[in-house]
């Protein structure tokens, strides 16, 4: 006879300033999860509550106050050593058959949703964690950059991030402007604005470490009526740099169970092939070469023209989606890293990448899977 242990421990995984743990229990697979803010971890039971009617989520069976904050018990799912998550599908040289009916269903499931329960809902009614508090007074925004300075790009560019708005930026030659204190200024003022936005029942937050496989969704903290191009701008922007990129630089830990990501950040780091100042025509140059891998490259496209475009037909039909997306794209930009604090290349980049959301040529068909290749005219 072949002795099971009452009570097994995995191990422990930090994700940001929460602790999760798998857990086997008289043969019954667990996932505990601490939270230590108490705020957080009661919008997380709303928003399981609010999702699993609609959604696929594991059930939650418990969840208690403990010391220094609070535990929450869900059932867990299968998964395994770089299995279980939408992003071992996209750790691949190649897109697999598995990923793209993956993105046909969870386009699927998000259209059947969102059109279901999209509604023009005021701001004071959506969540606010991951724009509108961090563009208001004593966000992120503030905590980052307010009455601060720093340099583009150390020995490289070596301007004042405040003085970027006197120079022409050159980038991949097409002609740009960012003027950094306004383009501050400008998204405090987008997020305290009342104007209704167009809001559905998701997520909030989806992540390829936050979607499963089998199609499932993982974290609910940000659960709820989410601005739908705020929704859009958060997948476009995770799947085509975050996730393959600068998470897995600036944040390993959380892929401890997904090594293989390591393998692929190369196909996803930009490359930095020009950075120069040129004073006499108070002209930035910089040449890189963006690189999104193949598979990331199929999900973007799957997701924008299963689900981004046919959601845009019908809510905005008309409209301009580089103006719809580019606030929230631009404070994804700003409001996760603090760019100060990375190296210089990343940086420079990011800085790029902001300018060219920034400017009114922005077009998000083609911005988050960049082609290989310079802009032919300015």
Same mark, same amino acid.
């Given at each position: 006879m072949t002795f099971q242990p009452l009570l097994r421990l995995g191990p422990v995984r930090r994700f940001t300033r929460n602790l999760l743990r798998p857990v086997d229990l008289l043969g019954r697979p667990l996932l505990l999860k601490y939270t230590r803010d108490p705020a957080e971890a009661r919008e997380e039971i709303r928003g399981h509550a609010r999702l699993s009617r609609h959604y696929r989520v594991p059930a939650l069976h418990a969840h208690l106050r403990v010391p220094g904050g609070h535990l929450l018990t869900y059932e867990r799912l299968p998964g395994g050593t770089d299995q279980g998550l939408l992003l071992d599908l996209l750790n691949a040289?190649?897109?697999?058959?598995? #990923? !793209?009916?993956?993105?046909?269903?969870?386009?699927? $499931?998000?259209?059947?949703v969102i059109l279901t329960t999209a509604w023009p809902t005021e701001p004071t009614h959506v969540v606010r964690k991951l724009y509108w508090d961090r563009a208001a007074p004593g966000g992120r925004l503030d905590t980052y950059y307010a009455g601060k300075d720093f340099l583009v790009a150390d020995d490289l560019i070596d301007i004042p991030v405040s003085r970027l708005g006197t120079y022409t930026l050159n980038i991949?030659?097409?002609?740009?402007?960012?003027?950094?204190?306004?383009? #501050? !200024?400008?998204?405090?003022?987008?997020?305290?604005? $009342?104007?209704?936005?167009?809001?559905a029942l998701t997520q909030g937050d989806p992540t390829d470490v936050n979607l499963a496989h089998p199609l499932a969704w993982f974290d609910y903290d940000t659960a709820g009526m989410n601005s739908i191009p705020g929704e859009f701008a958060n997948f476009l922007w995770y799947a085509s740099a975050l996730g393959g990129w600068l998470a897995p630089t600036y944040n390993p830990a959380a892929f401890?169970?997904?090594?293989?990501?390591?393998d692929h950040v190369p196909a996803n780091t930009p490359e930095i092939r020009r950075a120069e100042v040129d004073h006499t025509t108070s002209t930035i140059h910089i040449d890189y070469t963006p690189r999104v891998s193949a598979p990331r490259r199929t999900a973007v496209t799957a997701y924008w023209n299963q689900l981004v475009q046919p959601i845009a037909d019908r809510l905005w039909p008309g409209e301009d989606l580089a103006n719809l997306l580019r606030p929230y794209l631009s404070m994804r930009i700003l409001g996760v890293y603090n760019l100060a604090d990375l190296a210089l290349e990343n940086r420079l980049v990011l800085l790029a990448r902001l300018a060219e959301a920034m400017s009114p040529a922005f077009d998000p068909s083609t911005y988050f899977c960049p082609l290989e290749s310079r802009c032919q005219a300015p």
């Open positions: 040289d190649e897109p697999s058959s598995d #990923l !793209r009916s993956y993105m046909d269903e969870l386009t699927a $499931a998000y259209r059947e991949n030659g097409c002609r740009h402007h960012l003027d950094w204190a306004a383009s #501050l !200024r400008w998204l405090r003022a987008h997020f305290a604005t $009342a104007e209704p936005v167009w809001a401890a169970d997904h090594p293989a990501t390591f």
